[in-house]
Structures are given as structure tokens and as C-alpha cells.
């Protein structure tokens, strides 16, 4: 399972970038898709999860700002985060938990990541 994420950049602070990642390989079932991020010398932290069922949810950091959405049909999750802030500046991360085959268990895979940068 490949993972490939898009649309990271430079944006000024409040501004808005959305961020996408496609999920593509042997795929049975998708449990749940979703977005970390790290910055420099800190640890990666969640920034939204959207499972097959039932809410999203979001780090405490970007709730309200952020909106995660998942296409199913394109095995795609997306990222519209809005008014962003300096401290948003990281390298995020695509996570998908994948069932490749109908009598497998449900493997993480990551993506390669993408930087966002927010300047002041």
C-alpha cells in the first residue's frame, strides 16, 4: 500500500491550504484515514481521523479551523485546514489503516509526508 500525499506549500498566516493523500496497492478495506504532523524537535501529534463510521476527530490545536473529508470511492483523505497559524508549520503526515486482503488484519501505512510552512 503506497501512500501519496499532496498540497503542501507556504502559506501566510491566515491563509488557507488544503492537503490531500491518495491511497493506492492492494486494498481490501480502509478502516479510517487521517493526518499527523510534526515540527522540529517535537513529537507527531494527531491533527484529524476520519473513520468509515462514525465522527472525525481532531487535536485540540486545530479543531475549528481544520476539516478533514474522505473521498471512499478514490480511496482519498483530505485536509482543508483554514486560518492558519505559524505554529501550524510541520511536516504532516498521511496514516491509513488498510485491510489488504478480506482475512487479514489491519496494518498502518504512512505516507512520505508534506511540508506546510505558515510565515508571520
Known amino acids: 500500500v503506497q501512500l501519496v500525499e499532496s498540497g503542501g506549500g507556504l502559506v501566510q498566516a491566515g491563509g488557507s491550504l488544503k492537503l490531500s493523500c491518495a491511497a493506492s496497492?492492494?486494498?481490501?478495506?480502509?478502516?479510517?484515514m487521517g493526518w499527523y504532523r510534526q515540527a522540529p524537535e517535537k513529537q507527531r501529534e494527531l491533527v484529524a481521523l476520519?473513520?468509515?463510521?462514525?465522527?472525525?476527530e481532531y487535536g485540540d490545536s486545530v479543531r475549528g479551523r481544520f476539516t478533514i473529508s474522505r473521498d471512499v470511492t478514490k480511496n482519498t483523505v483530505y485536509l482543508q485546514m483554514n486560518s492558519l497559524k505559524p505554529e501550524d508549520t510541520a511536516v504532516y503526515y498521511c496514516?491509513?489503516?488498510?485491510?489488504?486482503?478480506?482475512?487479514?488484519?489491519?496494518?498502518?501505512?504512512w505516507g512520505q509526508g508534506t511540508q506546510v510552512t505558515v510565515s508571520s
Open positions: 496514516r491509513a489503516a488498510v485491510q489488504e486482503y478480506a482475512d487479514y488484519g489491519v496494518e498502518h501505512h
Open positions: 496497492g492492494t486494498i481490501f478495506s480502509i478502516i479510517n
Open positions: 476520519k473513520p468509515n463510521a462514525g465522527n472525525a
